[in-house]
């Protein structure tokens, strides 16, 4: 079984449309959890790291599950510049981190 | 602005040669730099954490003589694929950490593509 499963995608919405990405991890000892951005052929950045309480910043909400093992990530009023590759991280042990293979996203005008 | 830096971004080379790729940490010093590779439509995998001053340590199923780690100075890690193959074309990434804190992320560099003849 992978470390980080995502569903592939592609979501194709349209602009000012709300998404929603689940993404689950299978070691409960995962220590740390991330979202990651990664425009084609282009390295990963973070978007945003993933709190225990949920965290929120601008139009992004990540939220975390620690007992059902799953991250989420809530886009509202999408952008184009929105249309990216998401990438769910999570790190267990001290430098493991392990990546999602991307949701894709296309936000279409 | 880039906190890491790769060199070359892109290589093309033939079957059997030895490609070098260089990562610079540029705003910190990084006693640890990690090697990633990506293949089309798949997630990053770790190859290797790269020690400064010290051997690297390889990740299951990653080829030590094959992929060769220096880590010569606290900004600079190069990976070096000897004997390169088609099926090593590939985007390698290098990333580094900031700072030791469970939140910290990593920094990645821009990857170089290599593409095997």
């Known amino acids: 079984r992978k470390e980080v499963e995502q569903d592939p995608g592609p979501f194709n919405v349209p602009e000012g449309a709300t998404v929603a990405f689940n993404c689950t991890y299978s070691?409960?000892?995962?220590?740390?959890f991330f979202w990651y951005r990664q425009d084609c052929r282009k390295e990963p950045k973070l978007l945003m790291s993933v709190y225990s309480s949920g965290n929120e910043d601008g139009r992004f909400t990540a939220q975390l599950n620690r007992a059902s093992q799953y991250i989420s990530l809530l886009i509202r009023d999408s952008k184009l510049s929105d249309s990216a590759t998401y990438l769910c991280?999570?790190?267990?042990?001290?430098?493991?981190?392990?990546f999602g293979s991307g949701t894709k996203l296309n936000v279409k005008p | 602005g880039a906190v890491v830096s790769q060199h070359p971004s892109w290589v093309i080379c033939k079957s059997g040669t030895s490609v070098k790729i260089e990562c610079r940490s540029l705003?910190?010093?990084?006693?640890?730099m990690f090697w990633y590779r990506q293949f089309p439509k798949q997630s990053l995998m770790l190859m290797a954490t790269s020690n400064e001053g010290s051997k690297a340590t390889y990740e299951q199923g990653v080829e030590k003589d094959k992929f060769l780690i220096n880590h010569a100075s606290l900004t600079l890690s190069t990976l070096t694929v000897t004997s390169a193959h088609p099926e090593d074309s590939s985007f390698y990434i290098c990333?580094?950490?900031?700072?030791?804190?469970?939140?910290?992320?990593?920094?990645f560099g821009p990857g170089t593509r290599l593409t095997v003849l």
């Open positions: 990333s580094v950490r900031a700072g030791g804190a469970p939140q910290n992320e990593q920094f």
């Open positions: 705003d910190f010093q990084a006693t640890t």
């Open positions: 991280v999570v790190r267990r042990n001290f430098n493991k981190f392990y």
């Open positions: 070691n409960s000892a995962s220590q740390s």
